[in-house]
């Protein structure tokens, strides 16, 4: 059994443990901003149940809380980042919004990021270039989870894509997702909830279903486990789409910005907990260099209206288009509260205790 806790507290509590752990004032509130929103939005696995995940790296002396940014190279409509092995969300806000004021100068904004840290959900990056007019893109590699197709050695992480537009609609079109069935996140969340992951999910070292939950996470730190990609384990099923576009999102979460690939983001080195040196690539498109924003939000619109009021299949209620579930979700968290088990509420009391927190 769980209870549901408000929006307000849940986001207090992240903006407190984040300050405790040494995070300064406005880097805390970006943080929060970040894994809040993913509650809203009901990605239950980048919110609240990941913030003991920050605690401990920080707790572990493996990532800074205090975030030094440096400017490798800024040149008209480009820019490269050092993050420092600060705070991700803090790195990528500031990355962002440098793509962003870029595109208003140039029409285009691109920073590339290395030497950073998990930064939460991809959508939210996306969203701030949405909320400015703009059509926003971000991408970032991960610690190995998936295995490349026919292999069963973790090589990539989940490697999401996200791409967003803003529209005539309640909710932008906002695509944020792994490049594998499921995010490595899920399988953490049934791990609090003590449930067995579907088959299909995962494969063992020998390329063979795997639905004990505890054992996959026991065996994704051996690397005896792996994500399956987006289209499944064949080619026949697509699964090189997935793998490909994994590979994609490897390349510019790393060369341009000279970063760590594969597994160098493993965290672990001669067996010791070391820093994961992640890498991001932010795009900021500036939709009023090409055309008016409301014929673009329109045409948008049009789109999403198509898709929905399209021809349903026998027994289907509803079509929906990427955002409209989490445009949804965040009414309904935003009046029920966001929802905390039995797992959650341990990890949560271990922070307060330490922290000497009240929650």
């Known amino acids: 059994?769980?209870?549901?806790?408000?929006?307000?507290?849940?986001?207090?509590?992240?903006?407190?443990?984040?300050?405790?752990?040494?995070?300064?004032?406005?880097?805390?509130?970006?943080?929060?901003?970040?894994?809040?929103?993913?509650?809203?939005?009901?990605?239950?696995?980048?919110?609240?149940?990941?913030?003991?995940?920050?605690?401990?790296?920080?707790?572990?002396?493996?990532?800074?809380?205090?975030?030094?940014?440096?400017?490798?190279?800024?040149?008209?409509?480009?820019?490269?980042?050092?993050?420092?092995?600060?705070?991700?969300?803090?790195?990528?806000?500031?990355?962002m919004q440098m793509a962003i004021d870029k595109a208003k100068k140039f029409g285009i904004g691109s920073v590339a990021v290395r030497n950073s840290?998990?930064?939460?959900?991809?959508?939210?990056?996306?969203?701030?270039?949405i909320d400015q007019n703009m059509m926003g893109m971000a991408f970032t590699n991960a610690r190995p989870s998936v295995a490349p197709i026919f292999g069963v050695q973790p090589m990539f992480g989940t490697n999401p894509i996200a791409f967003g537009a803003p529209s005539d609609e309640n909710f932008p079109f906002l695509y944020d997702a792994a490049t594998t069935i499921v995010q490595r996140g899920k399988i953490e969340v049934l791990n609090r909830e003590s449930k067995s992951t579907p088959e299909g999910w995962v494969v063992d070292k020998f390329g063979k279903p795997n639905t004990e939950t505890k054992k996959i996470m026991d065996d994704f730190l051996k690397q005896n486990a792996s994500l399956i990609s987006l289209g499944g384990r064949e080619e026949k099923s697509g699964g090189h789409k997935g793998y490909g576009l994994a590979t994609i999102v490897e390349i510019l979460s790393a060369a341009l910005q000279q970063g760590s690939i594969l597994h160098q983001l493993s965290g672990i080195d001669e067996g010791k907990k070391v820093s994961m040196k992640v890498g991001h690539s932010f795009m900021a498109i500036n939709i009023e260099a090409f055309t008016s924003i409301s014929k673009f939000k329109q045409l948008i619109g049009e789109i999403i209206r198509g898709l929905k009021n399209s021809k349903k299949e026998p027994g289907k209620e509803k079509i929906f288009v990427a955002g409209e579930k989490e445009y949804l979700s965040e009414i309904k968290v935003k009046n029920n509260g966001i929802p905390i088990n039995e797992n959650l509420q341990k990890n949560i009391d271990i922070m307060t205790k330490e922290l000497g927190i009240e929650f």
């Open 117 to 129: 840290n998990h930064f939460g959900i991809a959508g939210f990056y996306s969203k701030m270039a």
């Open 1 to 95: 059994m769980g209870k549901s806790v408000s929006v307000g507290k849940t986001y207090d509590l992240m903006q407190n443990v984040f300050t405790k752990l040494g995070v300064p004032k406005d880097d805390a509130k970006i943080c929060a901003d970040v894994l809040i929103a993913s509650d809203l939005r009901g990605i239950r696995s980048h919110g609240i149940g990941r913030l003991k995940m920050y605690y401990d790296r920080i707790r572990d002396g493996i990532q800074n809380p205090i975030t030094n940014i440096k400017v490798i190279k800024d040149f008209n409509a480009i820019a490269v980042l050092d993050g420092n092995n600060g705070m991700g969300q803090v790195v990528s806000y500031n990355a």
